[in-house]
Every structure is written in C-alpha cells, then in structure tokens.
C-alpha cells in the first residue's frame, strides 16, 4: 500500500505557470511508474505525463512543449511543472503510481484553475 499526496494547485492567469508535487508514503522501486492526470468537469479522466525510475518521460500532445515532470526519487516525490498555462488546462489533477503488477494507486487530486 502507498498513499500519495499532492500539492501545489490553484488560482493562475493565462501564460502563468505552477508546479505541483506528489510525495510518496513509500520509496519509489525500480519498477515504479509514476504519472499525472487531469479531469475537467464532464470530461474523462486524461493522461497528462508519465515518468520512469530511470526518467523516461511520455506527454500528451496537448501539454508538449509546456509542462515538465519529473522525479527526486530521494525525496519520494514527483513534479509538475506547468507553464504557459492556458483556459483549458483547468481540471483536477490526480497523482498516479503505478506499480510492477500494474497496481494503480492515486492520491487525492489538486484544483488548477486558469482564469483572469
């Protein structure tokens, strides 16, 4: 069992930037798969972008060019950094951990709201 907590949402302009942080309970494992994903109100849950322990990265089309993730597996936690951040990016972002038995564990989620 992991339970994962994230942080760092909120209230931003058009073209602002945030970054959001997921610590984990545990230390990340070799065969971990960490992600962020996002719902917008009446909308499915999407992927946004996923990491490996080994840093390999995987972006939807959409966030490409704008968003980073990445991991300090030292510190058990994951980032989103987000720039350039546009009207439709508000929604829910969830924390993802994925496990070697493909196991998905999913913290609380974080409000990101881009409004002026």
């Known amino acids: 069992q992991v339970q994962l907590v994230e942080s760092g949402g909120g209230l931003v302009q058009p073209g602002g930037s945030l970054r959001l942080s997921c610590a984990a309970s545990?230390?990340?494992?070799?065969?971990?798969?960490m992600g962020w994903y996002r719902q917008a109100p009446g909308k499915e849950r999407e992927l946004v972008a996923t990491?490996?322990?080994?840093?390999?990265?995987n972006y939807a089309d959409s966030v490409k060019g704008r968003f980073t993730i990445s991991r300090d597996n030292a510190k058990n936690t994951v980032y989103l950094q987000m720039n350039s951040l546009k009207p439709e990016d508000t929604a829910v972002y969830y924390c993802?951990?994925?496990?070697?038995?493909?196991?998905?564990?999913w913290g609380q989620g974080t409000q990101v709201t881009v409004s002026s």
């Open positions: 545990r230390e990340f494992f070799s065969t971990d798969t």
């Open positions: 990491i490996t322990r080994g840093g390999s990265t």
């Open positions: 993802e951990l994925r496990n070697y038995y493909k196991h998905d564990y």
